[in-house]
């Protein structure tokens, strides 16, 4: 079974700007969560995504954003970006039931400039 | 709210040697469960091991186990024979039970234990 793939793998952006990022979960798995890692934040919860509906946020900005589409394909997406989203994020997926474990994807590294 | 703590930055062992990686946490609920996931450099997050907070026994996978001790609120790794494989950032991670019966509940994860496996 393909793992959870997560696209594009590194992004360059200016300040500013917005960005989309997508992630593909594990076929079979209807829960896709983000998290963001920063060398000084570590890792941080940003939402998470079951049947479409946003279930779960973490303390960030309203300009993080996110969707879930009816085949469990999640985005997230951050405008106006600033030097501080330069982080390397993390999508994974679980099958949504309870206390299932939840199995990540490789990242996209976002960088902006 | 809950909070994770791994208290060493960084280790350093001998190929084929034992180590153990510490990890403490603080929660008021009774019901959880904790992992232990890797970030070797390729920055993948890999899922090592896995403990339901209600069962007493520890879990084990293969050279991988852990001490858990519920009342100390304690979560140890022990790496036993230990791989040029095994080098990697290693993340303690808690996350409560969820009531509701869909959708996942958050990770909580401490600041990570970077692990170095010489030959």
């Known amino acids: 079974k393909a793992g959870v793939t997560q696209t594009p793998r590194y992004l360059i952006k200016t300040r500013g700007q917005q960005v989309t990022l997508s992630c593909s979960p594990i076929s079979g798995h209807r829960s896709v969560s983000w998290y963001q890692q920063t060398p000084g934040q570590g890792l941080q919860f940003l939402f998470e995504?079951?049947?479409?509906?946003?279930?779960n946020k973490g303390n960030f900005p309203g300009r993080f954003s996110g969707r879930q589409f009816s085949n469990s394909r999640s985005e997230m997406n951050v405008s106006t970006l600033e030097l501080g989203d330069s982080a390397l994020y993390l999508c994974?997926?679980?099958?949504?039931?309870?206390?299932?474990?939840?199995?990540f994807g490789p990242g996209t590294r976002l960088l902006v400039l | 709210a809950q909070t994770v703590t791994q208290s060493q930055p960084e280790m350093s062992v001998q190929e084929a040697e034992t180590v153990t990686l510490s990890c403490t946490y603080d929660t008021s609920e009774s019901n959880y469960y904790l992992f232990w996931y890797k970030q070797p450099p390729s920055r993948q997050m890999i899922l090592v091991i896995r403990q339901e907070a209600y069962k007493q026994q520890n879990a084990t996978e293969n050279r991988f186990s852990v001490n858990f001790q519920k009342a100390a609120k304690s979560f140890s790794l022990k790496i036993s024979d230990s791989q040029l494989g095994d080098t990697a950032m290693y993340f303690c991670a808690f996350m409560k039970s969820r009531e509701e019966s869909q959708g996942a509940q958050k990770l909580v994860f401490g600041q990570g234990t970077r692990l170095t496996i010489n030959p």
């Open positions: 994974a997926s679980s099958l949504g039931l309870r206390q299932e474990t939840q199995y």
């Open positions: 995504y079951f049947s479409e509906t946003q279930r």
